[in-house]
T-cell receptor, first 111, second 113 residues
Framework: DGGITQSPKYLFRKEGQNVTLSCEQN?????MYWYRQDPGQGLRLIYY???????QKGDIAEGYSVSREKKESFPLTVTSAQKNPTAFYLC??????????FGPGTRLLVL | GNSVTQMEGPVTLSEEAFLTINCTYT??????LFWYVQYPGEGLQLLLK?????DKGSNKGFEATYRKETTSFHLEKGSVQVSDSAVYFC????????????FGTGTRLTIIP
């Protein structure tokens, strides 16, 4: 069954803690993306990667980091430098220049 | 830069009513245009798309036509159902090799029986 999986569904972060959100796809897509969604707003791009071992900053990369060691995986780390991390995080993937497909999302909450 | 402007919500309609959600865009070149739908607590699902002027995307009774002369991609459905209640996002993808999707702010639709 092809698709995009994100885990966990809910994640709680303590003050000063780094947390990592998982995103895996088995669609053989070259490109992967991370978006942040805040209530009442559209999606904003955090990072994207078009090829293994390479990635680019999006519009709101500060306080986040990523890696792309495998084609199937694109984990996002929310660092302690991100002062307002509470949001819904969405991962997407696509063939280059084609339609992006989204995972089910991870909701990050701050304790 | 690219931008997408969507009809402000929330929109509330009775079941079987006609739906229009307006979407206009600003972009250089010939972007691809998309409508995504988001149900509560879930990710975005592709609803329909159009890749060139005058193309009509359609799915599940929803339609949208890519109008380059008016830079619009309005979403329509002839008879809405309670199950159509969701948030709808209009988006564009530049054809200049930049892989970034530009989203509108979303329109929350509620259908009452």
């Amino acid at each position: 069954d092809g698709g995009i999986t994100q885990s966990p569904k809910y994640l709680f972060r303590k003050e000063g803690q780094n947390v990592t959100l998982s995103c895996e796809q088995n669609l053989n897509h070259d490109a992967m993306y991370w978006y942040r969604q805040d209530p009442g707003q559209g999606l904003r791009l955090i990072y994207y990667s078009q090829i293994v071992n390479d990635f680019q900053k999006g519009d709101i990369a500060e306080g986040y980091s990523v890696s792309r060691e495998k084609k199937e995986s694109f984990p996002l780390t929310v660092t302690s430098a991100q002062k307002n991390p509470t949001a819904f995080y969405l991962c997407a993937s696509s063939s280059l220049g084609e339609t992006q497909y989204f995972g089910p999302g991870t909701r990050l909450l701050v304790l | 830069g690219n931008s997408v402007t969507q009809m402000e919500g929330p929109v509330t309609l009775s079941e079987e009513a006609f739906l229009t959600i307006n979407c206009t865009y600003t972009a250089t070149g010939y972007p691809s245009l998309f409508w995504y739908v988001q149900y509560p607590g879930e990710g975005l699902q592709l609803l329909l798309k159009a890749t060139k002027a005058d193309d009509k995307g359609s799915n599940k009774g929803f339609e949208a036509t890519y109008r380059k002369e008016t830079t619009s991609f309005h979403l329509e459905k002839g008879s809405v159902q309670v199950s159509d209640s969701a948030v709808y996002f209009c988006a564009l993808l530049s054809n200049f090799g930049n892989e970034k999707l530009t989203f509108g702010t979303g329109t929350r639709l509620t259908i009452i029986p």
